[in-house]
């Protein structure tokens, strides 16, 4: 609903109607962060362990083939629409898909574990029938929830705090992995993808169909990773990835440097290969691990208020760099942006290289032990 809200009150917002402008861009940021949030732990929730990495992971899939899908879009629309309306047609366009999203949702169904911590047993076990490929899978799978919601009947007359020393490990896990994930520079680039490449010398048509290239190589990448992430695991996947923006994120800043004032054709062809790999760097690895990891690390009792805290996390360093490159890069130049970036993804090879556990396979029930989460709150 938001969604749909978001999309037609920005496209049909009066001429000069600025805050009322932004205050329905906000109902729809407020729909992608509790997205966000919901997906993710939706799907580890009903997914098997040894499936979950590949299934929470078609999350991201889907959210990439919409960047591609929106790159597409404003391409089209910018050559078929008067320049005066063309950006109220990119906005209002995102009702379609908004309102096919609100009709599907009619069809999904309550987790199991949800189902059962509401005491709604039989449901919970019909829909693991539906959603497991064996009986046996699907007993497996009720019989873990039942003994992990019995270990939480002994702790419901203590009041389970989140911001406690039990949960320090896997607060600082989600907070880390999901700022890095930002300060990579990532919604920056996708967000300014045409404004960076007419910066470096494309002309304005040139650069959405080049960012049509770069949302391509986002789903491709993308999809490379989900055919990996449960046999080789999040961590190879992270350094991987973390290797690739370090190598994408010096080579742009080394263009912007060597072209300063003197930007041409060959110039955006340049910064196009850099951002192909940089995306290519982030799809395999940090865009497919982010929400995968986040949603395994917190035990059920806690896992809502954790996928929160890393979505609020992700969100609120993407407003930053959001706001904060564009006057970076008038005043200081795209080199020193990009420099900002390579310099953070520096400190998150480290991070992975030295703290970022590994959860692939790990089921649900067993990560609090796996993780060493024991202790009073």
Known sequence: LLYVIGSLGSAFTPGGAHWLFLEFRFFGGVGVGMSSVCAPIYTAEIAPAAHRGRLVGLVQGNVVLGILLAYLSNYVIRLIAPEDVAWRWMLGVMAVPAIVFLTLLLAVPETPRWLMSMGREDEAVAISRRLCSTRAESDDQIAEIRAQLAEQAELRSVKVRFFSRRYRKVILLAFCIAMFNQMSGVNAILYYAPVVIQEAGASADSSYLMSVAVGLMNLIATMAALTVIDRIGRRALMIVGSIGYLAALGFLAGVM????????????????????????????????????????????????????????????????????????????????????????????????????????????EEMEARLGLAGDD
């Open 257 to 364: 440097f060597g072209f300063s004032g003197h930007f041409n054709m060959t110039s955006s062809v340049l910064v196009l290969i850099g951002l192909l790999v940089f995306i290519a760097a982030h799809a395999f690895g940090q865009g497919s691990v982010i929400w995968v990891f986040i949603s395994e690390i917190f035990p059920n009792r806690v896992r809502g208020r954790g996928q929160s805290l890393g979505s609020m996390t992700h969100w609120s360093f993407a407003a930053l760099t959001t706001y904060a490159f564009p006057p970076v890069v008038a005043s200081l130049g795209g080199g020193i942006a990009f420099t900002i970036f390579f310099v953070f993804m520096c400190g998150q090879l480290l991070w992975v290289l030295k703290v970022m556990p590994e959860t692939k396979g790990v089921p649900l």
